[in-house]
């Protein structure tokens, strides 16, 4: 009460600072996930002994397991929406944004998460729907 009554003006307020969106919203939630969908991808390819005789067959077949393949596509789009934030604060934290480019910088932030998510994307939709388990 005494510091607001020494005041003689109110504190600025900024309309351009904490605009959220779903990338900055979920941070902490989408980093959890993405970890636990790493350590479950290091146990799928990496730790699996199948992985040092053919790892292209390895990847192939786990890919084209539909409950895998969804598992897959859910933590890409997890991770779609975490880069998306990423990208931008990343630039924030190094002084690359200014107020005026932070709202290009979210874009392409966004439009950068979502052509990775489609590349990551393509492999376990390729696998599930065209890859009948032949050789490769």
């Not at 393949?69 to 789009?77: E, S, W």
């Not at 604060?89 to 439009?111: D, E, F, N, V, Y």
């Amino acid at each position: 009460a005494e510091n607001r009554e020494a005041r003689t003006s109110r504190y600025e307020v900024r309309n351009d600072r904490g605009a959220m969106t779903l990338g900055s919203m979920s941070m902490i939630v989408t980093g959890l996930i993405t970890l636990a969908f790493l350590v479950l991808h290091l146990i799928d390819f990496r730790f699996d002994g199948a992985f040092e005789e053919d790892p292209a067959l390895l990847v192939k077949e786990t890919l084209a397991s539909p409950v895998h393949a969804l598992l897959y596509l859910g933590a890409i789009v997890v991770l779609s929406i975490h880069v998306s934030h990423g990208f931008q604060s990343c630039l924030q934290s190094l002084g690359l944004s200014t107020s005026k480019l932070r709202m290009p910088l979210t874009r392409i932030g966004i439009a950068f998460a979502v052509l990775v998510g489609l590349a990551f994307a393509a492999f376990p939709i390729y696998y599930s729907l065209f890859w009948n388990g032949g050789s490769h």
